[in-house]
């Protein structure tokens, strides 16, 4: 089960670079909450993203998962998952085969894990789907196999990276409504790169704001789309305080 306590996340002086381009963050997210992460396209979010989950590691600096120190713990071994914008569903295995992965690499599994299959099926909205093959899914769909599979792995934190961008409002929007229910339903700490203020706006919670690889401004969603919001948010999605 997971721990409905949730993890926190801290990344503490972590510097990283790519060539010339380098990040800079010090940053601490709270246990159990959802985190939206915006800022104009380079700004650094994906790199956030891969350095909690260890896909990158720390030129310098700490990465802590609930209290834990991560920095050199590989990205298989850390409590997380993540969701792209591809999916990465396997082409030749059903909907609920794709969802078992998450559950054991070899599909060798127990009727516990079965039971977990078809729960996060029916909690996606796919019960009635699970002998489908991915390419008989809408793009929609195919997302809630992503989010199927990484809720049988039942990792205190979830990363969600631009997932639902390739999908049109109304979907993206039911999208959306599924994460915030399932994130106090499950106590993950959910942490989603958009660059839609509309989903911001919409899953709540605290928004991260970087800009040119370091945290311009955090704090709580609702405040960022007031004209109390932090000048350079308001600048960046062209917000209107008089409007
Ligand atoms: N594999 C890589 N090799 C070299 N530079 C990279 C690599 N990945 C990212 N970068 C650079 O690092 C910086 C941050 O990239 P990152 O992908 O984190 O930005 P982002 O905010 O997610 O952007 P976008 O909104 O366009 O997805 C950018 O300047 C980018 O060009």
Do not use: C, W
């Not at 000048?231 to 917000?239: P, T």
């Amino acid at each position: 089960m997971t721990d409905k306590a949730g993890a926190s996340i801290t990344l503490n002086k972590v510097a990283f670079s790519y060539g010339e381009t380098g990040v800079d963050f010090d940053l601490a997210i709270e246990p159990a909450s959802i985190t939206t992460v915006m800022g104009p396209s380079g700004a650094g979010k994906s790199t956030l993203l891969n350095l909690i989950a260890g896909f990158e590691l720390p030129r310098s600096g700490r990465v802590l998962i609930g209290g834990t120190d991560v920095t050199a713990t590989p990205p298989s071994e850390r409590p997380v998952s993540m969701v792209f914008q591809e999916n990465n569903l396997f082409a030749h295995l059903t909907v609920e085969q794709n969802v078992g992965l998450g559950r054991s690499p070899a599909l060798r599994l127990t009727d516990a894990d079965r039971a977990a299959i078809a729960e996060a099926l029916d909690r996606t909205g796919l019960g009635d789907k699970p002998k489908r093959l991915p390419r008989e899914l809408s793009g929609g769909e195919r997302q809630r196999v992503a989010l199927a599979r990484v809720l049988v792995r039942d990792r205190p934190v979830l990363l969600l990276d631009e997932p639902f961008a390739s999908l049109g409002p109304s979907l993206r929007e039911d999208m959306v409504d599924l994460v915030k229910a399932l994130q106090p339903e499950r106590g993950m700490t959910v942490v989603f790169v958009t660059h839609q203020p509309e989903d911001a706006r919409r899953i709540g919670g605290n928004m991260v704001f970087l800009d040119r690889g370091t945290v311009a401004a955090i704090g709580e969603t609702v405040t960022f789309f007031t004209k109390d919001g932090p000048a350079a948010f308001r600048d960046y999605i062209g917000f209107d305080a008089g409007a």
